[in-house]
């Protein structure tokens, strides 16, 4: 089935710096992937929908400057947070949609600690 | 899209069938029941989704009602690593394209040995 590989799973990072979090389609072109974030005990949230070779679009709420999304090419996706703050601190996770068996494939999180 | 509604959580003896239901009473006429679920720090999995008739495959089954406005997911002989929050959420047909999937606060199952 398809698969999507999320890297890195874990990282720690200092406050101010910035992350990057891949998200690729291993065996499937995805002209869409989708970023959520996800705290403790809740559920995911969307962040934002990326499409290949055009702008994310951002959720309410979701500073689009500080979460940079990149979709440059149809098997990867990239979310780097800029200039983390320890209450950045999360769970992020990617889905991509495989348009050619109709479905989303979920990536395996990134547990993001900022110290 | 439609909203659901799941009980926070539930409790399953292994072995035996795990029933969870979801409401979904302002469903619209295009729109599927999708089942997911979450196993701890992972990102979710899908289960199985349909429209109006029941489906079943290798995991589970979804019984939706003539109405439309609920549905059971059914796993037949929890186990263990069934233990996980499911998520009911309704959305568009695939057939229109990538459409964002919102997951609402799902059901927590845990199974018991």
């Known amino acids: 089935g398809a698969v999507v590989s999320q890297h890195p799973s874990r990282v720690i990072c200092k406050s101010g710096t910035s992350v990057k979090i891949e998200c690729r389609s291993l065996?499937?072109?995805?002209?869409?992937m989708f970023w959520y974030r996800q705290f403790p005990k809740q559920s995911l949230m969307l962040m934002a929908t990326s499409n290949e070779g055009s702008k994310a679009t951002y959720e309410q709420g979701v500073e689009k400057d500080k979460f940079l999304i990149n979709h440059a090419s149809l098997t990867l996706s990239t979310l780097t947070v800029t200039s983390a703050h320890p209450e950045d601190s999360s769970f992020y996770i990617c889905?991509?949609?495989?348009?050619?068996?109709?479905?989303?494939?979920f990536g395996s999180g990134t547990r993001l600690t900022v110290v | 899209d439609a909203k659901t509604t799941q009980p926070t959580s539930m409790d399953c003896a292994e072995g035996r069938a795990a029933n969870l239901p979801c409401n979904h009473s302002t469903i619209s006429g295009n729109e599927y029941v999708y089942w997911y679920r979450q196993i701890h720090s992972q990102g979710p999995q899908y289960i199985i989704h349909g429209l109006k008739n029941n489906e079943t495959n290798e995991m589970a089954s979804l019984i939706i009602t003539e109405d439309r406005k609920s549905s059971t997911l059914i796993l037949p002989h929890a186990t263990l690593r069934d233990t996980a929050v499911y998520y009911c959420i309704v959305r568009v047909g695939s057939s229109q394209g990538a459409q964002k999937l919102v997951f609402g606060q799902g059901t927590r199952l845990t199974i018991n040995p």
């Open positions: 065996d499937f072109q995805a002209t869409t």
């Open positions: 889905s991509a949609w495989d348009s050619a068996n109709y479905g989303y494939t």
